[in-house]
Nanobody, 118 residues
């Protein structure tokens, strides 16, 4: 089992920045990649960014150039730096972890709310 705990969400004005953190624990050596997803009201959950075990990163087109995903292995933490936030970025953001033997996330955090006011 792997546990994920997100933090860092909040209310920010358009154009502002936030940094989300995801601390993971448990059987972390089974994890191949960690990702951030978001779900806005009335919409499906979508992938925002992913970072794998060799620090290769992938981003959704909508956040490329504005968001940066990174990891700090010594702290078992993955970050999502979000800059130039827009109203469309308002959502609950979830951290997820994908084991080596799966193609999709198996473990999810509880989510953290990000609200961007215009």
């Amino acid at each position: 089992q792997v546990q994920l705990v997100e933090s860092g969400g909040g209310l920010v004005q358009t154009g502002g920045s936030l940094r989300l953190s995801c601390v993971y624990s448990g059987n972390i050596f089974t994890i191949n990649s960690t990702s951030w997803h978001r779900q806005a009201p009335g919409k499906q959950r979508e992938l925002v960014a992913l970072i794998d075990s060799v620090n290769s990163a992938v981003y959704a087109d909508s956040v490329t150039g504005r968001f940066t995903v990174s990891r700090e292995n010594a702290k078992n933490t993955v970050y999502l730096q979000m800059n130039s936030l827009q109203a469309d970025d308002t959502a609950v953001y979830y951290c997820a972890a994908t084991p080596w033997f799966r193609r999709e996330p198996q473990y999810w955090g509880q989510g953290t709310q990000v609200t961007v006011s215009s």
